[in-house]
């Protein structure tokens, strides 16, 4: 597995386990993080904001509330890799959110410079 990929790995783990330390030495200091269709925001505090909760993604010491992903595929060439899979998100009445997503991750040496991130909810089951 290239070290991109490791790196990858390192940052989900991080976001599942609220590890702010590692996913902070996993970014650049200019770090950018785009949820297509929203403004693209700049800086590891947007990081940080997102680590504590600021817009919802992860919710620190809330044990099995947090979201898990599963990686479906990856695919690198040169400084850029695409990731694919799933996220899913236990919901306070029980339930279950499942988001898929692509992420387009642009590395400066062995840092994540830039992530663009692409979700959308499965459609329902067909009958």
């Not at 925001?41 to 909760?53: C, F, P, S």
């Not at 044990?63 to 694919?84: F, Y």
């Not at 998100?89 to 991750?105: I, K, M, S, Y």
Request: aromatic share 4%; charged share 30%.
């Amino acid at each position: 597995m290239s070290e991109h990929k490791d790196i990858i790995k390192k940052y989900l783990d991080g976001v599942q386990n609220v590890d702010r330390d590692l996913l902070l030495s996993l970014v650049t200091d200019d770090f950018e993080f785009e949820r297509k269709g929203q403004p693209v925001l700049r800086g590891k505090e947007v990081l940080l904001a997102m680590i504590d909760n600021a817009d919802g993604v992860v919710l620190e010491g809330a044990g099995s509330q947090r979201p898990t992903h599963k990686i479906d595929r990856m695919i690198e060439e040169g400084d850029t890799l695409a990731v694919n899979g799933t996220v899913l998100a236990p919901l306070p009445d029980g339930g279950q959110l499942e988001v898929l997503f692509c992420d387009l991750v642009t590395f400066r040496g062995d840092r994540i410079s830039r992530l663009e991130t692409y979700m959308i909810t499965p459609a329902p089951p067909q009958a």
